[in-house]
């Protein structure tokens, strides 16, 4: 089945420690993206990346960073830097067509937590 | 920038009965999405809207595209215990090439009595 995959489900990082968290999607999408969740407020995107070897900048990218080498995964790395990380971590994707690439397909989230 | 209000914020029915929420903005939309989040879970996408005026149904479902193109309605009808969750409108941001950047409202969290 296609989909999207998030691991780990749980992440618990310690103070001045980077975490990584994972996100594959075989649906074949160009474009992914990275979303946290705070309790009782929206999503709010961090970064996103529409082709292999590009990202841009979200509206809360600070203390975080990305990478795009293949076209199926879009590691999002929480630094030392992020002073508040604890969140729900979504990872995106849209498909390529005009008509649908709104439509954002997420995975089930990594909840990262500090120690 | 765009915002978008949802309202309620919370909601606590009993089983079988019917549910309105509403998402407003102050700028316009050219389209709006309504998500539901279960639990420990991402969200998933249950009604599109791309016309003002449009009123799309799926299942018990059914989201309407305010005719001020600044608004949007979701109603759940004989609601259900599996109904429980988030539910949240968003839209695509004007301007730019990457539609899948969307603002999204603060959710609407549903509680179902059985």
């Known amino acids: 089945d296609g989909g999207i995959t998030q691991s780990p489900k749980y992440l618990f990082r310690k103070e001045g420690q980077n975490v990584t968290l994972s996100c594959e999607q075989n649906?074949?999408?160009?474009?992914m993206y990275w979303y946290r969740q705070d309790p009782g407020q929206g999503l709010r995107l961090i970064y996103y990346s529409q082709i292999v070897n590009d990202f841009q900048k979200g509206d809360i990218a600070e203390g975080y960073s990305v990478s795009r080498e293949k076209k199926e995964s879009f590691p999002l790395t929480v630094t030392s830097a992020q002073k508040n990380p604890t969140a729900f971590y979504l990872c995106?994707?849209?498909?390529?067509?005009?008509?649908?690439?709104?439509?954002?397909?997420f995975g089930s989230g990594t909840q990262l937590s500090v120690l | 920038g765009q915002q978008l209000n949802q309202s309620p914020q919370s909601m606590f029915i009993q089983e079988g009965e019917d549910v309105s929420m509403n998402c407003t903005s102050s700028s316009i939309f050219n389209t709006w999405l309504w998500y539901k989040q279960d639990p420990g879970e991402g969200p998933v996408l249950l009604i599109a809207?791309?016309?003002?005026?449009e009123l799309t149904s799926n299942g018990r479902l059914t989201a309407q595209f305010g005719i001020t193109r600044k608004d949007s309605f979701l109603n759940i009808s004989a609601s259900i215990p599996s109904d429980v969750g988030i539910y949240f409108c968003a839209g695509p941001r004007a301007g730019g090439t990457s539609y899948g950047k969307l603002t999204f409202g603060q959710g609407t969290i549903l509680t179902v009595h059985p």
């Open positions: 649906l074949n999408h160009d474009a």
């Open positions: 809207l791309y016309k003002a005026g």
């Open positions: 995106a994707s849209t498909p390529p067509t005009p008509s649908g690439n709104e439509k954002l397909f």
